[in-house]
T-cell receptor, first 115, second 110 residues
Framework: GAGVSQSPRYKVAKRGQDVALRCDPISGHVSLFWYQQALGQGPEFLTYFQNEAQLDKSGLPSDRFFAERPEGSVSTLKIQRTQQEDSAVYLC?????????????FGNGTRLTVT | KQEVTQIPAALSVPEGENLVLNCSFTDSAIYNLQWFRQDPGKGLTSLLLIQSSQREQTSGRLNASLDKSSGRSTLYIAASQPGDSATYLCAVSDGNQFYFGTGTSLTVIP
């Protein structure tokens, strides 16, 4: 594909609802990252996959957050029982090799608003 | 935990000026450093990637330098244009994740 694709672009959820955010990385990219970006802030790391293996999930803020990448391509970030503090832009990024060697390519993000 | 700071938080310059954006980080054990630009409502676009063994990278009117021992990087933009207006973020990698600064919001006035 031409770039990293994220869907939906915008999501409004009522407090307590579950949401699922999708990321289609650039075809063939090994590494995939999820970041959370609050307004006026830099992105904060959530989790990292190398192929289908989740190598680091230390940034997930609570056990309500879950990410998967079962076939090493598309990834889904799931948030259960959403809270207002979950409102943010969720960014997905991929890179062609291990993260330390190649640039990150970001999608346009999903803006989540919890009411 | 790695802390990344960017100064200034906002910058406004007239078109044509050369300018420097600063990034500092607390832990010098990094794999690489990347500079990104972010336009409103958009994701991040990678501008330059500097590996830890490198001192600088150049792309067009952009030049980024890295001084790992002092924990600093600068992004130099030559002959600024209104289209350069955006937020510029730097990020450092520890091999697993990237740590981002809060960015410098740049406005280039025509």
């Amino acid at each position: 594909g031409a770039g990293v694709s994220q869907s939906p672009r915008y999501k409004v959820a009522k407090r307590g609802q579950d949401v699922a955010l999708r990321c289609d990385p650039i075809s063939g990219h090994v590494s995939l990252f999820w970041y959370q970006q609050a307004l006026g802030q830099g992105p904060e790391f959530l989790t990292y996959f190398q192929n289908e293996a989740q190598l680091d999930k230390s940034g997930l803020p609570s056990d309500r957050f879950f990410a998967e990448r079962p076939e090493g391509s598309v990834s889904t970030l799931k948030i259960q029982r959403t809270q207002q503090e979950d409102s943010a832009v969720y960014l997905c990024a991929s890179s062609g090799r291990q993260a330390q060697f190649s640039p990150l390519h970001f999608g346009n993000g999903t803006r989540l608003t919890v009411t | 935990k790695q802390e990344v700071t960017q100064i200034p938080a906002a910058l406004s310059v007239p078109e044509g000026e050369n300018l420097v954006l600063n990034c500092s980080f607390t832990d010098s054990a990094i794999y690489n450093l990347q500079w990104f630009r972010q336009d409103p409502g958009k994701g991040l676009t990678s501008l330059l990637l500097i590996q830890s063994s490198q001192r600088e990278q150049t792309s067009g009117r952009l030049n980024a330098s890295l001084d790992k021992s002092s924990g600093r990087s600068t992004l130099y933009i030559a002959a600024s244009q209104p289209g350069d207006s955006a937020t510029y973020l730097c990020a450092v990698s520890d091999g697993n994740q990237f740590y981002f600064g809060t960015g410098t919001s740049l406005t280039v006035i025509p």
